[in-house]
Nanobody, 118 residues
Framework: VQLQASGGGLVQAGGSLRLSCAAS????????MAWYRHVPGNQRDLVAR???????YYADSVKGRFTISRDNARNTVYLQMNSLKPEDTAVYYC?????????????WGQGTQVTVSS
């Protein structure tokens, strides 16, 4: 399974960005999909997660500003980020749990930089 993320960039505080991440590869079933972010010197933190039936979880720091969604037909997850703050600056990674036959694996995308200027 390969995850290809896109949509990062530079935006002013208060602005919006939309990240996308498409999964492709062998025959698999995507279970959960998520976005994490990483700031150098810190651990990689969960931003938002969505199950295959649409249940969502958000980190407290992004609740009310970010929205995670997915298109199961396209194996794609999105992260709509509104009211961005400088502290949202990070490399954002998409993630998925995928089931291949009887085995379950975790996969990471390559990361996309989000920079929010003040």
């Amino acid at each position: 399974v390969q995850l290809q993320a896109s949509g990062g960039g530079l935006v002013q505080a208060g602005g919006s960005l939309r990240l996308s991440c498409a999964a492709s590869g062998s025959t698999f079933t995507i279970i959960d999909m998520a976005w994490y972010r990483h700031v150098p010197g810190n651990q990689r933190d969960l931003v938002a997660r969505i199950t295959n039936d649409g249940n969502t979880y958000y980190a407290d720091s992004v609740k009310g500003r970010f929205t995670i969604s997915r298109d199961n037909a396209r194996n794609t997850v999105y992260l709509q980020m509104n009211s961005l703050k400088p502290e949202d600056t990070a490399v954002y990674y998409c993630y998925c749990d995928a089931k291949l036959q009887i085995f379950q694996y975790a996969y990471w995308g390559q990361g996309t930089q989000v920079t929010v200027s003040s």
